[in-house]
């Protein structure tokens, strides 16, 4: 069980809320899928090596399905990443009073798009991609998601968009399990482990993360 009075852990869960919030508000206001990947890419330099910038559910269900952080830890996370995004709901109509009317991909859109951002987490929080890069590579596979599949890619900010009970948004959790169980396949095909930071031992990943 992780020690809630660790105070790390609370740092933690506050970058995961703050990353949500700024997140959600550039899909709420902005509605532009390289905004959104942008916006991404800033966080994982900004609250990567405090949180592992999961700021998705769906990326932090993968990360527990590969044992990068702890089923607690994830819950934690899960909560601070849906008040985040709720938060941006709210403030994102003080910003725009005219809100987009938002829409998810269908169930196939969620589930596939969002293997972009987590085949790319996978390798990140594996060492494979370097970290002056993280934040590049995963900006970037939000973005293409996010236009290959015309969806949302993320539940918290699909709550905050009045999605909920949209199916497709579901998806995007299984997805988050599925292809973090497809990466530990192939990143494992050379028989070689990948070799993670002594600095990032014990932590969350690193989105190194991991990380939307």
Known sequence: ??????????????????????????AL??????????TLAAFVYAIGDISGCNINPAVTAALVTLGRISPVKGVYYLL?????ALLAREVAGLVNPHPFLYA?????????????????????SSN????SASGIAIGSALAAGLVTSQGVLNPAIALAMG???TPGIWAALLGGVVFAIVSRLYLSRKGVQPTVPASFEGKTSRLHPAEA
Do not use: C, D, W
């Open 163 to 165: 999605l909920a009970t």
């Open 128 to 131: 494979y991609v370097t970290k």
């Open 1 to 26: 069980m992780e020690n809630f009075r660790q105070p790390e852990l609370h740092k933690a869960a506050l970058a995961e809320l703050i990353g949500t919030f700024f997140l959600a508000l550039a």
């Open 80 to 84: 601070a990443q849906i008040v985040g």
């Open 104 to 124: 998810s991909g269908n169930m196939f859109a969620e589930f596939f798009g969002v293997a972009f951002l987590i085949l790319t987490v996978a390798a990140v």
């Open 29 to 38: 206001i902005s509605g532009s899928p390289f905004v959104v990947g942008l």
